[in-house]
């Protein structure tokens, strides 16, 4: 269940109005992202992350010669005043943004280069995570953290339906069947009408590219064999009806879950906070499990990422690069941020993610039955590193969220969706100006 992430994504792909030039996507740092800055310097930082303007306190403590001037810009038109402080020349020095965004931002020139700076940093931070910072080859941010799916499911009810935690998503269709047998009211999932975010996690599980960059031209792939291995699973769950509907902007929504009506899901670190408060009847119930894969040979899970961009004019980039990389990769920041008292949510988007995991764990929600650190460390290890966000990609959801309500309702099938998505994009990019083809 990706519900805040989808949301998200969904009010930003509303706003997005996207004009590429390919060349924005181009790998290498400029000679002024590249410099090193003299002196004293003051940066001024936007986020919407509970935490954040403490740890922002601890920085400017320790570091005199960079002072970090924290803006709450929490609402839902952060990106677009974004877009205008930029388009204004008043930009702050760095943002808050999730991976879609950046790739957005980046791609209508509103960010800066900042590969050569940044280049010291990478080694820190998981490849998915650096791919999510790098749309095209050049860097324009800092990873700041992120969010690996695994499973949460009913114990208590998979024990009395005589089923198992499925290890492929196979074993989740059968699963789902043999529920239902038991009791035809009770589904294994859920994929509400507004909300593609499934078919975005199956399709970056079982490794499609819906964009990859190919030397001067994107090549676009939403009917690769891969896309259309994990539209099959959606299909199906559609045709056997084994997924409830529940809307995400419902604000009963939990219940599906807390009530038995609904009994598995995929979630993320960030959302378990949320289900120790909202699952009054259930706590203790549930456990943890891997996120089912199409290959266990190859397993694979997704994530959403969140990033610290480094905006256009920002005129000291290796100061930026160096507070960002230091609020989401040095002990002393990641240890307070990870800290549930923090509420900021932030699992790190490091590669060694051990030291941060068995605090965020809810006990009297999961009560010990499941080896949560493993799980979630396992999550973070498996995240596909192939996707990459293409230069439309707020647009492109935009259409998809449009098609979806009518996959859900039976009046067109996933692959006639994706069908339709390939071509859109493939026309969308080239009236931008940008090379794309289809994938081969």
């Given amino acids: 269940?990706?519900?805040?992430?989808?949301?998200?994504?969904?009010?930003?792909?509303?706003?997005?109005?996207?004009?590429?030039?390919?060349?924005?996507?181009?790998?290498?740092?400029?000679?002024?992202?590249?410099?090193?800055?003299?002196?004293?310097?003051?940066?001024?930082?936007?986020?919407?992350?509970?935490?954040?303007?403490?740890?922002?306190?601890?920085?400017?403590?320790?570091?005199?010669?960079?002072?970090?001037?924290?803006?709450?810009?929490?609402?839902?038109?952060?990106?677009?005043?974004?877009?205008?402080?930029?388009?204004?020349?008043?930009?702050?020095?760095?943002?808050?943004?999730?991976?879609?965004?950046?790739?957005?931002?980046?791609?209508?020139?509103?960010?800066?280069?900042?590969?050569?700076?940044?280049?010291?940093?990478?080694?820190?931070?998981?490849?998915?995570?650096?791919?999510?910072?790098?749309?095209?080859?050049?860097?324009?941010?800092?990873?700041?953290?992120?969010?690996?799916?695994?499973?949460?499911?009913?114990?208590?009810?998979?024990?009395?339906?005589?089923?198992?935690?499925?290890?492929?998503?196979?074993?989740?269709?059968?699963a789902g069947k043999a529920v239902q047998k038991k009791d035809k009211n009770v589904k294994i999932f859920n994929m509400a009408g507004e909300d593609p975010s499934t078919l975005v996690d199956l399709s970056w599980q079982a490794g499609a590219e819906w964009y990859r960059i190919a030397g001067d031209h994107w090549e676009i792939g939403f009917t690769s064999p891969d896309a259309l291995e994990a539209a099959d699973i959606v299909q199906r769950m559609v045709d056997d009806n084994l997924a409830s509907n529940a809307s995400y902007a419902d604000p009963g929504v939990f219940k599906t879950w807390d009530l038995g009506k609904t009994i598995l899901m995929t979630t993320s670190t960030w959302q378990l906070p949320i289900y120790d408060t909202n699952f009054p009847k259930s706590k203790g119930d549930w456990q943890l499990a891997d996120a089912p894969v199409f290959d266990p040979a190859e397993p694979r899970t997704s994530s959403n990422f969140d990033v610290t961009a480094v905006l256009k004019g920002c005129e000291y980039p290796d100061r930026a690069a160096q507070f960002a990389a230091w609020l989401s990769s040095s002990k002393e920041s990641l240890t307070a941020l990870t800290d549930p008292k923090s509420k900021s949510g932030l699992f790190p988007a490091v590669k060694d993610v051990s030291p941060y995991v068995d605090k965020i764990i809810p006990t009297e929600m999961f009560n010990g039955k499941s080896d949560g650190a493993r799980i979630i460390t396992t999550a973070a290890s498996r995240v596909g590193d192939q996707w990459q966000y293409g230069p439309d990609y707020a647009a492109m959801y935009s259409e998809m969220q449009k098609q979806w309500g009518k996959v859900m309702n039976k009046q067109l099938t996933v692959k006639d969706m994706l069908t339709h998505l390939q071509d859109w994009v493939l026309a969308d990019l080239r009236k931008k100006g940008v090379k794309a083809v289809a994938a081969g």
């Fill in 1 to 174: 269940m990706s519900t805040t992430r989808t949301r998200a994504l969904a009010g930003a792909a509303a706003a997005l109005s996207l004009s590429l030039a390919l060349s924005s996507c181009g790998g290498g740092g400029s000679d002024s992202a590249a410099k090193s800055t003299q002196g004293d310097v003051q940066l001024e930082f936007w986020s919407w992350t509970e935490g954040i303007q403490q740890q922002v306190a601890v920085w400017n403590k320790e570091h005199p010669e960079t002072q970090v001037k924290y803006v709450n810009a929490a609402g839902d038109t952060v990106y677009q005043k974004l877009r205008a402080a930029v388009t204004s020349g008043n930009a702050p020095c760095l943002s808050k943004m999730d991976g879609m965004n950046l790739a957005n931002f980046a791609a209508d020139g509103l960010l800066t280069d900042i590969t050569g700076v940044a280049a010291p940093y990478k080694a820190r931070y998981t490849t998915p995570a650096w791919n999510a910072v790098s749309p095209g080859g050049a860097t324009y941010g800092i990873p700041t953290g992120s969010s690996p799916l695994f499973t949460a499911y009913r114990a208590d009810l998979f024990q009395r339906y005589g089923v198992k935690a499925p290890t492929t998503w196979d074993d989740l269709i059968a």
